[in-house]
Every structure is written in C-alpha cells, then in structure tokens.
C-alpha cells in the first residue's frame, strides 16, 4: 500500500480477497479462482472463496458467512471476479448480493466469460448498489490468466517447461537428459502437474523417456495427459497407456477409445498444434503443462501458441545434443535459485 493510494481501506480488503481467492488453486478450473470479503464499518464480518468446480461461488461462501445477516444493507463487498448474472451451476450472484442489499460492491477484474460479461456490473448498478471495478486489476488478470486466456483465446493456457545444461541442451544427441535438473525442481513439477488441467508431450518425449505424467512427489489430482502421435506409431507398452489415467493421443487416422484412451483424429495436417488446442478447449480443458520435447516447444515458440515458459538452467554441460529451444521477445517475469539449478520464468508480454 502507497501513502498515495487514494483508497488503502479497499486496497487491503481486496489484496485479502485475492488471497482467498488462491486457495482455490487446483481445484476450480475452468472456472475462475475468486475469493470475496465482506466488510462493514471496516471491519471484515465475512469472507469466502470458490472452492471447488461446480460448487458455490465466492459470495455465497462470504454472504453465509455472515453471522448478523442486517449488517449487509450497511457493508461493503470486496470481490475479486464480477458476480455472475446467469443461472449456471448456482443461482446468480448479482441476484444475492441485490436480495441483501449491500450498499457498495468494489470488483478488481470484469468477467469476460461472454455468459456474464459486464451484465452482473449492470444488473447491481440497476438496484441502486455502487459499484466499482479495477481495483488491483493486474494482480488479479495475472492470478486468473488462465481463466482469462480461455475465455478470451478460445483456447489452453499453454505453459512450456525444460530444463536446459549451462551449455543450452536439453538433451543428449540419444535424447537421454538425465541428470540435467536436481531432484528439487522434479518434485516442483509434480508440484505443477497437479495445477494443471493436462500435461503434453510429442512423439519423441514419449518414445524416448516413457514419461508417466502424473503426480508422485506432491498431493493433488493427476492431470489429463495428452501426447501427440500423428501416425500412431507410439508402442501400446508406454507407461502413457497404461491405463491408470485419463490419456488424449492425438493423430491423422482415428478415432478411437478405451476406457482411458482417446484417441483423437484431426483432420489438420498443416494446422495440427492449433485444432488441437481448439479440440482441448472443447473439452473445457483450460491449462496445459507442455513438458518437451524439443521439436513440440519449437513448434509452438514459433507459432506463438504459449502463454508462459518456466526454464530450469542446471550445471551439467553435455558439450553436444539437443539444443535447448531459444526464447526470443519473452519477457523474463521471474528468477530464483533451487539449490544449483536456476529457475526463470518467462512470458511472451506483458499480460
Ligand atoms: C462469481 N463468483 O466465485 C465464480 C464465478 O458453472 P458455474 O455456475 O459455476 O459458473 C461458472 C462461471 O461463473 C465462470 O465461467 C465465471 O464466469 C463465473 N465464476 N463468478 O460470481 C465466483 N467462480
Ligand atoms: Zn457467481
């Protein structure tokens, strides 16, 4: 808070909102993390958080918080996301904050899921309730980038991750990569698989590494695994078909499925990274962790089809292999060090 912000007051009621709203990280999406504080006189009488995909949203969880119900009329709700105005999996949130009567609404980000989309804002201003939005709009654009991403893109929010040698590889001319990253940033990105909706990989990566793709050494759910195979030439004895989880291929000849695994013919030759991500945005799929290999990261370097890349740099150098793919125009967003390994975080802009 600066001693030139005009509102501290707000400013701290909607950083806690948006704190609320992170607990419900891994569990919420494709819908948005939103959290909501309700505060009168300034004092916080309730807060609430949406907590689970198809549960109720962030102000059912705050209004029922509320112990003296009368207060509402006099107080003031902090939300991090425009309360709904449709009848989705719960009645509309406009519809409950209006029936208590709040007297003001502060929003940070305006929904633009077009079921909502500036409706709830209107629907408030309607019954009379002052209404304001943008307050730590960024923080909340970039908790809910993903959300937004594909609501806005109609597709994945598509998160690159490798690790590279000091020498910029990724792997050895034989695709074999180990030890390039230390056992630290592994168990983080089991750590990000289970934040994720799904986890990609290309031919080769399953071929050659025989990935399991699930989540071992963090707690949460094992995300959706989806592994390209454009002329099914990938061995049935993967660990990716072994049928424990949830498993996309994607191909040029069929469609077909087991109990696990879908197969998914796409007709799209030239076109064949974005009709996928189309295909995954149909399936409500909104984030994916791409995890190599080189070929599948250049690829969508160069059509532009990522949001974020997270590079583990370790020290090992390989003299010779697979070049790491090169970043160009990315914004470094973030760098930090994991024991040797250096972890930097990139997006393709300003978000
Ligand atoms: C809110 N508060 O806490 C959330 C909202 O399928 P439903 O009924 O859960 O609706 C999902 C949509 O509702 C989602 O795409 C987004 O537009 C909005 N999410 N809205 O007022 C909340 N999670
Ligand atoms: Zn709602």
Not at 229 to 235: A, V
Request: proline content about 5%.
């Amino acid at each position: 808070m600066s001693d030139t912000d005009p509102h501290p007051q707000d400013t701290l009621m909607m950083r806690r909102a948006l704190q609320l709203a992170e607990l419900g990280r891994g569990s919420v999406s494709p819908n948005p993390m939103v959290g909501c504080v309700i505060a009168h006189e300034g004092r916080i009488i309730g807060e609430g958080w949406h907590r689970k995909y198809g549960g109720p949203h962030a102000e059912v969880n705050a209004v029922a918080a509320v112990e003296e119900k009368a207060l509402l009329a006099e107080s003031t709700a902090y939300v991090t996301l425009e309360p709904c105005a449709h009848f989705g999996k719960t009645p509309p949130c406009a519809d409950l904050l209006i029936g208590h009567r709040l007297k003001r609404v502060v929003v940070c980000n305006v929904d633009t899921n077009p079921l909502v989309g500036g409706k709830g804002l209107a629907k408030l201003r309607a019954a009379g309730i002052a209404v304001e939005t943008g307050l730590l709009e960024a923080e909340g654009r970039l908790l809910n980038r993903r959300f937004f991403t594909f609501m806005e893109r109609k597709r994945p929010y598509v998160l690159l991750k490798w690790a590279e040698t000091a020498d910029g590889f990724i792997a050895r001319a034989d695709y074999s990569s180990k030890w390039i990253s230390n056992a630290e940033a592994r168990r983080l990105v089991h750590r990000w698989r289970a934040e994720e909706d799904a986890v990609l990989v290309g031919t080769n990566t399953a071929l050659y590494d025989n990935p399991r793709l699930n989540v071992r050494d963090w707690t949460g759910d094992d995300p959706v695994r989806i592994v390209i195979d454009r002329f099914l030439r990938l061995p049935a004895g993967l660990h990716l078909f072994d049928q424990t989880q949830t498993t996309l291929c994607y191909n040029l000849l069929e469609d077909k499925a087991n109990e696990y695994v879908q197969y998914v013919k796409l007709d799209e030759p030239e076109g064949f990274l974005p009709a996928m991500l189309d295909d995954l945005y149909r399936r409500k799929i909104a984030s994916v962790l791409v995890e190599g290999g080189a070929g599948l990261l250049n690829a969508l370097l160069a059509a532009g089809l990522w949001d974020e890349a997270r590079v583990f740099r370790g020290p090992a150098a390989f003299g010779s292999g697979i070049a790491a793919p090169v970043l160009r125009g990315g914004v470094t967003a973030h760098k930090e060090e994991i024991g040797d390994n250096t972890l930097a975080v990139y997006y393709p802009g300003p978000f």
